[in-house]
């Protein structure tokens, strides 16, 4: 699908709504393949603003490559400062209820339109 195509068929994913997560080997990654269940490390513990984390509808899980991993419809369910280890400072975190957007199911494996770059989150 090009990103055109995508863009007109789910307009919300240039939309603030949207919160892309990108998978890598210190950001969830490695948690997933020592056998913690995805979907637990989906649904949190991403670095967010409160007032930016109310407004999520969609989470956008890519993976290391700037692939679609997941399609996500997504709820606000905690939110709190805390830290990822001792020595770090504590952060805004948030964690989401998750479930599936079988619409978008033609996402996965496609290039996504917004690609988190130093920072593993980013909003559409």
Same mark, same amino acid.
């Given at each position: 699908?090009? &990103?055109?195509?995508?863009?007109?068929?789910?307009?919300?994913?240039? /939309?603030?709504?949207?919160?892309?997560?990108?998978?890598?080997?210190?950001?969830?990654? =490695? &948690?997933? #393949?020592?056998?913690?269940?995805?979907?637990?490390?989906?649904?949190?513990?991403? *670095?967010?603003?409160?007032? &930016?984390?109310?407004?999520?509808?969609?989470?956008?899980?890519?993976?290391?490559?700037?692939?679609?991993? #997941?399609?996500?419809?997504?709820?606000?369910?905690?939110?709190?400062?805390?830290?990822?280890?001792?020595?770090? #400072? !504590?952060? !805004?975190?948030?964690?989401? =209820? /998750?479930?599936?957007?079988?619409?978008?199911?033609?996402? /996965?494996?496609? #290039?996504?339109?917004? /690609?988190?770059?130093?920072? !593993? *989150?980013?909003?559409?």
């Amino acid at each position: 699908m090009t &990103r055109a195509r995508a863009l007109e068929l789910f307009p919300w994913l240039l /939309i603030h709504t949207t919160l892309y997560v990108r998978l890598t080997e210190g950001n969830g990654l =490695d &948690r997933i #393949r020592r056998g913690e269940p995805e979907n637990d490390v989906i649904r949190g513990g991403w *670095v967010s603003k409160l007032i &930016r984390a109310v407004k999520v509808n969609r989470l956008v899980i890519l993976n290391p490559d700037g692939t679609i991993r #997941r399609v996500l419809y997504a709820r606000l369910v905690h939110h709190a400062y805390e830290s990822s280890s001792p020595e770090k #400072r !504590p952060l !805004p975190r948030a964690w989401f =209820d /998750i479930r599936d957007d079988h619409q978008a199911a033609s996402l /996965i494996g496609t #290039r996504s339109p917004v /690609i988190p770059a130093r920072n !593993p *989150v980013k909003y559409g």
